[in-house]
């Protein structure tokens, strides 16, 4: 045999184990891609059948929890969703924080170191202009400017705006007092008579700063805390209101309903 017919073989023999290779390679392609439209149909057949989960339920208005009092809107929408708001519930922790620390202090000014209110208005002025008497005098003297004092207007608009909104706040509480001493409520005018009795105590208990300070300690913790435990206390409010109904019920059954109503309630029904 030539060396010639010997390369012919050895070619012709690489030529057979490649061509078996590549058919190797196909075939296998073939074994291992055919399952896969399969295993995908039943992965989405799985996704449909599997049961979707349930959202969580949360404490968003449009849950089953009954808020108190009826109440539709979030927390910081009923105190009016502004500035106030935001101090009421420390969304400014450092403005709401300084509000109280202030009314903290007047607190303690006036009711524990017994300070007057004129006395506090006189010393302060006299520190004030003391201090910027000398600082204008002295300025020639230690060379530096003189303090700049701004001049100082009332604005004629805020003070009308501001009137206008008391006198029709007073309007409409003078309304409501005549709506409720028309005898056309009695569930109200109960609840009027008790909210005073209740105010007149405290008055007695304390003085009116005190019960001011009061207020204003309530109206920046309540809230908040409120804000904060909202589900826990709605449950239990929702508890009382139903045990205070029922109580209401026997006592209008008993009671009420055996009190003569007044003149004004029979004309409207005419």
């Avoid at 012919?8 to 061509?19: A, H, R, W």
Wanted: overall charge neutral; some cysteine.
């Amino acid at each position: 045999m030539t060396e010639h017919e010997e390369h012919k073989v050895e070619k012709e023999e690489q030529d057979e184990s490649l061509m078996d290779k590549i058919s190797e390679k196909l075939h296998f392609s073939n074994h291992s891609s055919s399952p896969a439209p399969a295993s995908s149909s039943s992965d989405s057949d799985d996704e449909k059948k599997r049961p979707t989960s349930p959202a969580p339920e949360t404490s968003s208005f449009g849950s089953k929890v009954r808020r108190l009092f009826g109440r539709e809107r979030p927390v910081h929408k009923v105190f009016g969703g502004g500035k106030p708001a935001d101090v009421f519930l420390w969304r400014n922790k450092k403005i709401s924080a300084g509000f109280l620390g202030g009314a903290t202090a007047i607190w303690v000014l006036f009711e524990v170191v017994e300070y007057h209110l004129l006395t506090l208005l006189c010393h302060g002025l006299m520190i004030a202009l003391a201090g910027l008497f000398l600082w204008s005098n002295a300025s020639t003297f230690i060379h530096k400017s003189a303090p700049h004092i701004p001049e100082v207007h009332i604005p004629e608009k805020p003070v009308l705006e501001f009137a206008s909104a008391l006198r029709n706040e007073i309007n409409r509480a003078l309304a409501v007092l005549r709506e409720i001493a028309s005898g056309r409520d009695l569930k109200t005018f109960l609840l009027v008579i008790g909210g005073l009795w209740l105010a007149s105590i405290l008055g007695g208990c304390c003085d009116f700063l005190t019960l001011f300070y009061i207020i204003v300690a309530v109206l920046h913790t309540v809230p908040v805390l409120y804000e904060k435990y909202e589900d826990q206390v709605d449950a239990f409010a929702e508890k009382a209101l139903h045990e205070l109904k029922k109580q209401y019920a026997v006592f209008d059954a008993k009671v009420l309903s055996k009190i003569p109503r007044g003149p004004l309630k029979d004309k409207k029904k005419d």
